[in-house]
C-alpha cells in the first residue's frame, strides 16, 4: 500500500492547477461578476447556471446542488476518482514529484487504479503512433491516403497502427512495468489460451480521449479481408471508457465549441477529420452507439445554452440515417440549442464529400439548414397518404404530439402552424389547439407525477438570498432551514461571507465573537469552524490556505458545503469596504446586545417578586451596561466595538 502523501505536496498541488483552468476542460465558464465565473453545473441538470468559481480562493460551488469544494475535490467528484488518485493526476499536470509519508517517492505500482489505466492507454497511443510509420503499416497509410488524410493529418489526430501479432503490444506493455490485470481491465488485452494476448491487431487506431485530454480507448478500423471482426471494434466498457459518456473528438473541439456556441454532430472519426480539416473544427463524434442524454450533457456543459447555441446533427440521407436522426430529435428538447440536420447531397457523408467536393463543400454542408423538429415531422407525414381524410387526421395524430413536446410555448404555437400546413389542413387553429391541448394534458400528467423541475421551483437560480431557503431545503434536507427573510440571518451570512473572504475588513473584531452571536444554527457551526481554524486574522497572510484550513475542520459534508457556498457567493452590498464590513459587524453584535437584554428582562419578570435582592441588583446592572454598549453602538457604529 502507498502511504499518505506528504502535505506540502498536497498544498503544492492545490496551488499549482488553478481551478478556473481544471473546470474549462469540462464545462464553459463566463464572468459572475466580483471575480467569479460561472456555469452549468456538472453534477446535476440545470437550464440556467448555478454552478460559480472562484479563482483566487481555488473554490467552486453549486447554488443548486449544493456541491462544492476545491480543485481536488471537484476532480474527484467529476471523475470518480480516489483522493490519492486525484493528487497524483493534478501533480502530473503541474510537473511536481509527489513524496509519500511511508514509502519515500511514489513507485508506479502504487498509483491509483484510474491513474494507472490512463497511463496505459497513453503508452499504447505512443506505440500504435510508433508503429503507423513502420512497413507492416503500409496498408493502413494507403487507407488514409485513400480518404484524403496525409501524414500530418495522422499525427494531428495521433492514429496509429496496432501490429497483426498476437501480442505486441501487451509484451512492450509488460515492458513499461504494467501488470496483466491492468492490462485486462484496461481493455488493450484480453485473455488467451496462455495468458493476456492485444485486443487491436493489424487495424488502424484512433486513440479516443475524454474532455480533459486523456486517452481513455480506441476505435480500430478493419483493414484486411482475412480480419473476421466487425468493421469498427472499439474499447470495451471500462473503469475508464463509458461508450455512451465519450464523444469521438471533443479534446479538439471543445474550445471552439465553447467560443462558438455551435457543435457539429457527425457518424465517424474519418467525419469528424474531414470537417476539423476543412475548417469545421467543432465536429465530433459518438462511438460504437447512439447519440444520447449523457452525450447532451456534455455538450450543453460547453454551449452554455444560450440563446443563439446551435448544435447541428449530419445523417446519412438512407433509412439508418434517418432512424439515428429521428432518435436524437427524441432528446431534443434536452437542449435549450437550436438543433438542426445536415443532409449532403447525393448521401454522401462528410469525409466522401470533401473528397469529391472539397472543403468547402463540408463547410456549406454544416451551415444550418433544417431545424430538427421539421426533418422530424417532415419524415412521420411522410408516412401517410395526405389526400385523404383519414390519412391527414392520422398524420396529426402522430405528429400533433411531437410538437407538443416543445417547451417553448411560443416556438410551440408556431410550429403547430407549420404542421396544420405539412398536412393541408387549412384549418389552422384546429392544429394549434389540438397541439396545445396535448402540451396541456401533458403537464398535468407530469405534476401528478412528481415536483415541477428545479427551474420552476427557484432551486436553480442565482444564489440570490431569498432563494438560498429554497434550495436548501429541496438539496439537504438533512440541513436546517435557513430563514433568509430574517434581517438577522442575512446579516450573519453577510459577516460569515466576510470572514471567509476578505478577512481583513472584519479582523481582529471578528475573532471576539461568540458563536452563540449567530442565530442559525448552520451559522453558528461555521463561525465555530472559522474559530476552530484559528480565527479570520490567520487569514490575513495567505487566504487560501486559511480556508483550507476551515474547510479541513468542518465536521461533516453539510457544514463544509456551506463553508464553500459563502466562500464563493457574491455580495450584497455594491461597495465592499472597511464601511460595509463595520455595518455588518455592528448589527450581528448589536442583535447579539438586544437579544441578551431580552433574556436577563425576561428571567426577572417570570421571577416577579421573588428575585433575591443581590440577583436583581446584578441583573437590573448587566441590562444597563448593556443598553449603553447598544446604544453606543447605534451612534459609533464599529468604533464602539
Same mark, same amino acid.
Given at each position: 500500500m502507498a502511504g499518505r502523501i506528504n502535505d506540502e505536496d498536497v498544498k503544492a498541488v492545490r496551488d499549482a492547477v488553478p481551478i478556473d483552468a481544471v473546470v474549462s476542460e469540462y464545462l464553459q465558464l463566463r464572468n459572475a461578476g466580483g471575480g467569479n465565473l460561472k456555469g452549468l453545473c456538472p453534477f446535476h441538470d440545470e437550464k440556467s447556471p448555478s454552478f460559480q468559481v472562484s479563482p483566487s480562493k481555488g473554490l467552486f460551488h453549486c447554488f443548486g446542488c449544493q456541491e462544492g469544494g476545491d480543485t481536488i475535490a471537484f476532480v474527484m467528484k467529476i471523475d470518480h476518482l480516489s483522493f490519492s488518485e486525484t493528487v497524483e493526476r493534478l501533480a502530473a499536470k503541474a510537473g511536481i514529484t509527489l513524496r509519500y509519508e511511508e514509502g519515500g517517492y511514489n513507485p508506479s505500482h502504487q498509483r491509483g487504479e484510474r491513474?494507472?489505466?490512463?497511463?496505459?492507454?497513453?503508452?499504447?497511443?505512443?506505440?500504435?503512433?510508433? =508503429?503507423?510509420?513502420?512497413?507492416?503499416?503500409?496498408?493502413?497509410?494507403?487507407?488514409?491516403?485513400?480518404?484524403?488524410?496525409?501524414?500530418?493529418?495522422?499525427?494531428?489526430f495521433g492514429i496509429g497502427?496496432?501490429?497483426?501479432?498476437?501480442?505486441?503490444?501487451?509484451?512492450?506493455?509488460?515492458?513499461?512495468?504494467?501488470?496483466?490485470?491492468?492490462?485486462?481491465?484496461?481493455?488493450?488485452?484480453?485473455?488467451?489460451?496462455?495468458?493476456p494476448i492485444d485486443r487491436f491487431r493489424g487495424r488502424l487506431m484512433w486513440p479516443i480521449s475524454d474532455t480533459s485530454g486523456d486517452v481513455v480507448g480506441f476505435g480500430a478500423r478493419k483493414l484486411r479481408d482475412d480480419d473476421n471482426g466487425p468493421k469498427y471494434l472499439n474499447t470495451p466498457e471500462t473503469a475508464i471508457y463509458k461508450k455512451s459518456q465519450v464523444l469521438y473528438g471533443i479534446d479538439l473541439a471543445k474550445k471552439d465549441i465553447a467560443k462558438s456556441s455551435r457543435a457539429v454532430v457527425v457518424e465517424g472519426y474519418t467525419d469528424v477529420m474531414a470537417c476539423h480539416l476543412a475548417g469545421v473544427t467543432t465536429a465530433i463524434a459518438t462511438c460504437g452507439t447512439a447519440f444520447g442524454g449523457d452525450h447532451i450533457k456534455i455538450l450543453r456543459r460547453l454551449l452554455m445554452?444560450?440563446?443563439?447555441?446551435?448544435?447541428?446533427?449530419?445523417?446519412?440521407?438512407?433509412?439508418?440515417? =434517418?432512424?439515428?436522426?429521428?432518435?436524437?430529435?427524441?432528446?431534443?428538447?434536452?437542449?435549450?440549442?437550436?438543433?438542426?440536420?445536415?443532409?449532403?447531397?447525393?448521401?454522401?457523408?462528410?469525409?466522401d464529400l470533401r473528397l469529391a467536393k472539397g472543403d468547402e463543400a463540408v463547410r456549406d454542408l454544416v451551415e444550418p439548414r433544417t431545424p430538427l423538429f421539421e426533418f422530424a415531422l417532415r419524415q412521420i407525414v411522410g408516412r401517410y397518404d395526405l389526400e385523404t381524410p383519414a390519412g391527414r387526421g392520422a398524420a396529426l395524430d402522430e405528429a400533433a404530439p411531437v410538437v407538443a413536446r416543445i417547451k417553448n410555448s411560443s416556438s410551440q404555437h408556431e410550429?403547430?402552424?407549420?404542421?396544420?400546413?405539412?398536412?393541408?389542413?387549412?384549418?389552422?387553429?384546429?392544429?394549434?389547439?389540438?397541439?396545445? =391541448?396535448?402540451?396541456?394534458?401533458?403537464r398535468e400528467r407530469g405534476d401528478r407525477r412528481g415536483p415541477a423541475p428545479a427551474s420552476s421551483r427557484g432551486g436553480a437560480g442565482a444564489p440570490g438570498g431569498l432563494r438560498h431557503e429554497q434550495v436548501r431545503t429541496t438539496a439537504a434536507p438533512s440541513g436546517p432551514a435557513l430563514h433568509l427573510r430574517s434581517p438577522a440571518h442575512r446579516t450573519e451570512r453577510e459577516l460569515l461571507k466576510l470572514a471567509l473572504q476578505k478577512p481583513a475588513l472584519v479582523s481582529p473584531a471578528f475573532d471576539a465573537y461568540g458563536?452563540?452571536?449567530?442565530?442559525?444554527?448552520?451559522y453558528a457551526a461555521v463561525r465555530q469552524c472559522v474559530a476552530d481554524a484559528g480565527g479570520a486574522e490567520t487569514g490575513l497572510p495567505e487566504p487560501r490556505d486559511y480556508l483550507a484550513r476551515v474547510l479541513d475542520v468542518a465536521p461533516d459534508d453539510t457544514v463544509r458545503n456551506l463553508v464553500t457556498e459563502l466562500a464563493v457567493e457574491v455580495f450584497h452590498?455594491?461597495?465592499?469596504?472597511?464601511?460595509?464590513?463595520?455595518?455588518?459587524?455592528?448589527?450581528?453584535?448589536l442583535r447579539a446586545?438586544?437579544?441578551?437584554?431580552?433574556?436577563?428582562?425576561?428571567?426577572?419578570?417570570?421571577?416577579?417578586?421573588?428575585?433575591?435582592?443581590?440577583?436583581?441588583?446584578?441583573?437590573?446592572?448587566?441590562v444597563w451596561v448593556l443598553q449603553q454598549y447598544a446604544e453606543s453602538l447605534r451612534n459609533h457604529g464599529a468604533d464602539a466595538l
Open positions: 491513474i494507472r489505466l490512463v497511463e496505459a492507454h497513453k503508452v499504447a497511443a505512443d506505440f500504435y503512433r510508433e =508503429q503507423l510509420d513502420g512497413p507492416e503499416a503500409e496498408i493502413g497509410r494507403k487507407f488514409l491516403a485513400e480518404r484524403g488524410f496525409d501524414q500530418d493529418a495522422a499525427v494531428h497502427y496496432s501490429p497483426a501479432g498476437w501480442d505486441h503490444l501487451t509484451r512492450y506493455l509488460r515492458g513499461k512495468g504494467f501488470s496483466d490485470r491492468e492490462l485486462i481491465a484496461s481493455g488493450l488485452s484480453q485473455d488467451g489460451r496462455r495468458g445554452d444560450n440563446g443563439s447555441a446551435r448544435v447541428i446533427f449530419t445523417f446519412d440521407g438512407d433509412a439508418a440515417g =434517418q432512424k439515428a436522426a429521428l432518435r436524437a430529435f427524441e432528446d431534443d428538447q434536452k437542449f435549450a440549442a437550436e438543433t438542426y440536420i445536415a443532409i449532403a447531397p447525393d448521401n454522401m457523408d462528410p469525409c410550429v403547430a402552424v407549420q404542421l396544420a400546413g405539412m398536412l393541408g389542413i387549412l384549418d389552422t387553429q384546429f392544429v394549434v389547439k389540438r397541439v396545445a =391541448q396535448l402540451a396541456r394534458w401533458a458563536v452563540d452571536e449567530f442565530t442559525a444554527p448552520p452590498g455594491k461597495t465592499i469596504d472597511e464601511t460595509y464590513a463595520g455595518v455588518q459587524l455592528v448589527q450581528v453584535r446586545v438586544d437579544r441578551r437584554i431580552g433574556e436577563v428582562q425576561g428571567s426577572l419578570a417570570r421571577l416577579g417578586s421573588h428575585v433575591p435582592p443581590e440577583q436583581l441588583a446584578a441583573a437590573q446592572n448587566e
